[in-house]
């Protein structure tokens, strides 16, 4: 399994940017396999951000982003992507996407240790 993440960059309070994970080595559209990004800011623990499937509720956000960011997923270019609006100074961090291959109930969608396969960071850098 690899994951490849990209899209991280300096950007102004407000601006936009989208992230991708380019992901390989197993069945990407199994209805089961969890799709997530996460984050972490220097001095802080490893967060959920949002996540995706196909089963079930498909989609997932931690509160801090929800009405912000948007997950989404191309199933032809076993891709997936995190629209990132209205930035700000808190959405700084080191993101990372994951992938969970097996069933995950709700409660653990956005848990970094339900993911078993991670891909290098990408660095969002949000400052004026």
């Known amino acids: 399994v690899q994951l490849q993440a990209s899209g991280g960059g300096l950007v102004q309070p407000g601006g936009s940017l989208r992230l991708s994970c380019a992901a390989s080595g197993f069945a990407f559209d199994d209805a089961n396999a969890n799709i997530g990004w996460f984050r972490q800011a220097p001095g802080k623990e490893r967060e959920g951000v949002s996540s995706i499937r196909r089963r079930g509720v498909s989609t997932v956000y931690a509160d801090s982003v929800k009405g912000r960011f948007t997950i989404s997923r191309d199933n032809a270019k076993n891709t997936v992507y995190l629209q990132m609006d209205n930035l700000k100074p808190d959405d700084t961090a080191t993101y990372y996407c994951?992938?969970?291959?097996?069933?995950?109930?709700?409660?653990?969608?956005?848990?970094?240790?339900?993911?078993?396969?991670w891909g290098q960071g990408t660095l969002v850098t949000v400052s004026s």
């Open positions: 994951a992938a969970g291959l097996n069933y995950l109930i709700l409660s653990r969608r956005l848990d970094p240790m339900a993911y078993d396969y």
